[in-house]
């Protein structure tokens, strides 16, 4: 049981008692109540002749005690001040033979401390047991983060530096942003080194770059290298609905770093709360605004011995105000790009550490056919791998499940269970063979890794590409082989089938885009020569291309329609033509993909070896 569930159960205790004791009174002083005589019905009562003992217990309760009907009641009367009982009970008609008889028997007992104790008791323990109630819900309210007396304290959660349980070796893929942030670790480590040559570390250091590229994994094997308390905090807990709650945020979160320096502070999503001033709506009186204003200052206000260094990451860094980025608080930009071949395989060799792997495990290959892919989605691949390893009751993850991750990470899982006629699958088999026989036989595009008519999320069938080597430059020519092989597939079922499908619905856009891209952006049309067309605006709240600013007129944009068309149209007849020339391949192919539904890159040269030797390019599922 955790200690909030032993908090709220003790919580229901103290109410359970309280308002059993606060019952317990009340039916007391009822009771009392309806009992009660007064000094002159006891008088009364002797005087009938139905009393027989009196019991004086202290001075001021008598008990009566008489018969009715064979039974004995007791009574309760408040004596009167001022005489003793027998003086009051002659003053009020009882005669000296009454109380003389044996009839009556007046007894005298000294006040017993006890019953003091438990009448008090009685009275005062409902109400200390409802106040400690309420002083216990109370604490709980001023130590709970969700409450009212902790609504303007910061909600960084802080981690030892003693067991650092992430460091550089716990990293790869970003080399040159770990000897960027080696500075770091060895001020936090050795601060006087920098101080005596009057050397000041960089108070800021902001991470950029895609989604799960490791900017979290990084800061955190910062202060693991370092071993110091590392304070993780979102940048969207700072901003609440009330005015002024994140400038108190940030206001606690800088005071308890620097009860904790040499320490480092690292704010995820920065641009949830370093957003441009003044950009969309509100103004300078907007909670986001205020909180940026404080961040500002408390950053500005380091000094030089505070040994707090503030690390932030985004993968917005265009939209952050330009005060939050100047020297004095951000002073060192880190990019973590998306990593190269190299990278993605000490990424690889990171996350299979501990996993059995069998001895024909290939990672250089693996890293090979994942360009594009972070660190996020590397690890997401072995687990995959290590998923499928178990489902099909393996010991040790093999390069198939390995090769399937990939797969399943890019496309989604096989749709085995769809139901399709023999003659879609037909088409689909002879789609798949047109690009694979187009790509291999156009010197420039990739190399055909596999194809497959099994169907994977939307797609009916897949041909994936393999390059040799990343690539950072596109040329022309590589551009064409691309647009080329993409319309293999439409160009394959007019060749076989003289009709054409809705299967290519997918290749004809990414080609559409290509072509405009080559025409308007990269400068690649003789016609229209090296410029740039349009303006594209972002909304800065959302990120995103929201429209396209023409920049040019309408003789122009008629002339883009047809360059793009003129590129498109003789990519197609390129395609066409490979298919006419390699008629026999394509068959063979689609032939086999019908039968064996799945050919890897050894079966497919092997019924159409490479014309010519294939060059690197990008992998692209088709």
């Not at 003289?498 to 885009?513: F, K, L, Y």
Request: proline share 4%; glycine share 8%; hydrophobic share 40%.
């Amino acid at each position: 049981m955790n200690q909030r569930n032993q908090s709220s159960y003790l919580v229901y205790i103290l109410l359970v008692i309280a308002i059993v004791a606060m019952f317990i009174m009340g039916v007391r002083q009822q009771s009392s109540s309806q009992d009660v005589l007064t000094i002159n019905q006891l008088a009364s009562e002797i005087q009938a002749g139905k009393v027989t003992r009196v019991v004086v217990e202290g001075d001021d309760r008598i008990l009566a005690i008489y018969s009715e009907g064979g039974r004995e009641v007791e009574r309760i009367s408040q004596k009167e001040t001022g005489a003793t009982l027998v003086e009051q009970l002659l003053a009020l008609g009882v005669t000296q033979e009454q109380l003389a008889s044996g009839k009556l028997k007046i007894e005298i007992k000294p006040p017993s401390s006890w019953l003091g104790i438990a009448t008090i008791a009685g009275y005062v323990l409902p109400f200390l047991l409802l106040g400690g109630l309420f002083w216990f819900i109370f604490r709980q309210a001023q130590g709970s983060n969700n409450a009212a007396m902790s609504f303007g304290k910061s909600r960084a959660r802080m981690f030892s530096g003693d067991h650092p349980t992430v460091t550089f070796e716990d990293v790869a893929g970003v080399e040159e942003a770990k000897e960027e942030l080696a500075e770091v670790v060895e001020f936090l480590r050795e601060p006087q080194k920098f101080i005596q040559l009057g050397a000041r570390i960089p108070k800021g250091v902001l991470l950029v770059g895609p989604p799960g590229t490791g900017k979290t994994l990084l800061a955190k094997a910062v202060s693991g290298e370092a071993g110091v308390p590392f304070f993780s905090i979102s940048g969207s807990e700072f901003v609440e609905m009330f005015v002024g709650v994140g400038a108190s945020r940030v206001r606690d979160l800088f005071d308890q770093a620097k009860r904790h320096s040499p320490c480092i502070v690292f704010v995820d999503e920065i641009d949830a709360v370093g957003r441009q001033r003044g950009a969309g709506l509100g103004g300078s009186h907007d909670e986001r605004e205020q909180t940026l204003n404080q961040m500002l200052v408390e950053m500005d206000g380091f000094d030089t011995d505070t040994n707090v260094i503030l690390v932030a990451a985004t993968n917005r860094p265009d939209v952050l105000d330009p005060a939050l980025l100047r020297p004095g608080r951000f002073d060192r930009r880190v990019v973590l790009d998306r990593p190269d071949v190299r990278g993605r395989e000490a990424i690889l060799k990171v996350h299979v550490k501990g996993k059995p792997l069998e001895p024909t495990t290939d990672l250089a290959s693996l890293a090979r056919g994942t360009p594009g892919f972070v660190g996020a989605d590397l690890e997401n691949l072995v687990n995959e791998a290590a998923i499928l390893a178990a489902r099909r009751n393996k010991k040790a993850i093999g390069q198939t499940e390995l090769e399937e991750a990939i797969e399943r990470v890019v496309m989604g899982p096989e749709r085995k269970s769809r139901l399709i006629s023999d003659e879609e699958k037909r088409i689909i088999a002879y789609h798949e063979a047109g690009h694979a026989v187009v790509a291999n036989a156009i010197p420039e595009a990739d190399p055909v890794q596999k194809v497959t008519i099994v169907g994977r999320g939307q797609a009916g069938g897949v041909t994936w590409f393999r390059p040799d080597e990343d690539r950072i430059l596109m040329s022309r020519k590589k551009f064409y082989a691309t647009l080329a092989y993409a319309l293999g597939g439409r160009a394959a079922e007019e060749e076989v089938f003289d009709d054409i499908t809705s299967g290519a619905s997918n290749d004809i856009e990414q080609v559409t885009r290509m072509a405009r891209t080559m025409v308007t952006r990269l400068g690649m049309s003789p016609e229209l020569g090296n410029r740039v067309y349009g303006q594209k605006e972002e909304l800065i709240f959302l990120g995103r291309e929201i429209s396209e600013q023409r920049d040019y007129s309408e003789a122009i944009a008629e002339q883009i329609d047809q360059e793009v068309r003129k590129i498109v149209d003789s990519a197609y007849q390129q395609a066409k033509a490979i298919l006419k020339k390699y008629r026999a391949e394509l068959d063979a192919v689609a032939a086999k993909l019908l039968e064996a539904e799945t050919i890897t890159r050894e079966e497919f040269e092997a019924i159409f070896p490479p014309p010519v030797a294939k060059r690197s390019g990008t992998p692209r599922p088709a």
